[in-house]
């Protein structure tokens, strides 16, 4: 939010956000107060969706989608624990109004949170590359229409962007190859779960820095609110990744039912919605679906 609310030369731009259920909500009136700091830079209409059942990634998307004005012409992906650069807005929209159905940065700032380290990601491609060969950049955006098209129900857990991509057809790439000091983070998030060992070990398509969230001109208050977060932040090594867990199910999460009785991999998809599930239960916010036993 810090950096959508400083977005310089921005067209027009509506901010639509969805939020499941969750022990630990945001809720619409936090989005709400930064409204009048939003028409400062260019948004024209916020807009808050509240989903009653935990929804997978690529299923939110194609709901931001439908819910966008029909006037829409560009459809920025912005991760809520990233922080876009100032021209975010602005230059996806140049390339999309340019021809493009899919822009992406080349390279983009990665952040750990609990480690405190910076690594850098540059996946080296310029567009030219065959689909199968597309390795997804940061700040994607698309075309509207093609995304709001997409009809699938499918409940897809990993290689979200790319699956994307395939619900498409056939579209004009065009990846940014600036360096924009922007920010993504890890370590709060249940997404970016196997990233640990990038940061200890860089490897294609990340690679060591010496930058620091000092460099990447995100302001001194906002910096301070992200170093406080690392007490809290995950370290997701990759023993823990593979520790098993016992679980039984008496219903459905998400429609599926993996078995009476299964060893997950805590850290994967099915933990984080049972470990949510049961801080839902016991915070009394009650949802019919998440009723299990361990």
């Not at 807009?47 to 966008?68: D, E, G, V």
């Not at 699938?152 to 579209?171: A, I």
């Not at 599926?256 to 998809?269: D, E, Q, V």
Request: with cysteine; net charge positive; proline share 4%.
């Amino acid at each position: 939010m810090e950096g959508l609310i400083r977005q310089k030369q921005s067209p027009e731009w509506e901010l639509i956000v969805l939020e499941c259920i969750s022990f630990n909500e945001v809720g619409g009136d936090y989005f709400k107060n930064y409204w009048p700091k939003l028409k400062k830079a260019g948004c024209v209409r916020l807009k808050y969706i509240y989903s009653k059942t935990r929804l997978p990634l690529n299923q939110k998307w194609l709901q931001l989608a439908k819910a966008a004005d029909q006037k829409s012409v560009t459809f920025c992906l912005q991760a809520s624990d990233d922080y876009p650069h100032a021209e975010r807005n602005q230059k996806a929209h140049e390339a999309i109004m340019a021809g493009a159905d899919w822009y992406d940065c080349r390279s983009y700032y990665q952040y750990h949170i609990g480690l405190d380290k910076m690594i850098y990601y540059n996946n080296g491609q310029t567009g030219e590359q065959d689909v199968k060969e597309w390795k997804t950049g940061f700040n994607i955006a698309l075309r509207t229409e093609k995304i709001r098209n997409i009809q699938s129900k499918k409940y897809v857990r990993s290689g979200v962007d790319f699956w994307l991509l395939t619900q498409m057809g056939e579209v004009k790439r065009y990846v940014d190859q600036n360096d924009y000091t922007g920010l993504s983070t890890t370590g709060m998030n249940t997404i970016s779960t196997k990233r640990y060992d990038y940061f200890m070990n860089p490897r294609y398509p990340f690679y060591e820095t010496d930058k620091t969230p000092d460099d990447m001109k995100v302001p001194k208050a906002v910096l301070k609110k992200l170093y406080e977060l690392k007490p809290l932040a995950v370290i997701d090594k990759v023993k823990i990744d593979n520790e098993l867990i016992l679980v039984e199910f008496t219903k459905s999460i998400n429609g599926r039912l993996p078995g009476h009785r299964t060893m997950i991999p805590r850290h994967s998809l099915p933990y984080f919605q049972i470990r949510d599930a049961i801080k839902i239960i016991y915070h009394d916010n009650k949802q019919e679906e998440y009723e299990l036993c361990t």
